[in-house]
Nanobody, 128 residues
Framework: QVQAVESGGGSVQAGGSLRLSCVGFGGYGSSSLGWFRQAPGKEREGVAAINRAEITCYADSVKGRFTISQDSAQNTVYLLMNSLEVEDTGMYYC???????????????????????WGQGTQVTVSS
């Protein structure tokens, strides 16, 4: 089973920044990579995703604040989070999905149920 390790989480004040890293998924063929988060008592939701063509997807709530990128040579995917808000608090996970034949990428890129392999998560806490 493919494994990955996230890092970079922590506690920051609102308006601050963090950069998350995920090592272990970035070098696998044509797979796409995504970042997801889950707050206590809430469902896991898609935050950002990127495919091998460098096409990206972002949740509306993070557009303009978060940036996803990947370094295939380093087998790493990043999530740069700026202007953090209290509502961004949660456990952040990276995940991997192979291309889904016949389906436009933007129709599944942020759907956690489509992703096959998951990291263990890193906690992000934003205080006011």
């Amino acid at each position: 089973q493919v494994q990955a390790v996230e890092s970079g989480g922590g506690s920051v004040q609102a308006g601050g920044s963090l950069r998350l890293s995920c090592v272990g998924f970035g070098g696998y063929g044509s797979s796409s990579l995504g970042w997801f988060r889950q707050a206590p008592g809430k469902e896991r939701e898609g935050v950002a995703a990127i495919n091998r063509a460098e096409i990206t997807c972002y949740a509306d709530s993070v557009k303009g604040r978060f940036t996803i990128s990947q370094d295939s040579a380093q087998n790493t995917v990043y999530l740069l989070m700026n202007s953090l808000e209290v509502e961004d608090t949660g456990m952040y996970y990276c995940a991997r999905v192979p291309p889904l034949a016949g389906r436009p990428y933007n129709r599944y890129c942020l759907n956690p149920s489509e992703y096959r392999d998951w990291g263990q998560g890193t906690q992000v806490t934003v205080s006011s």
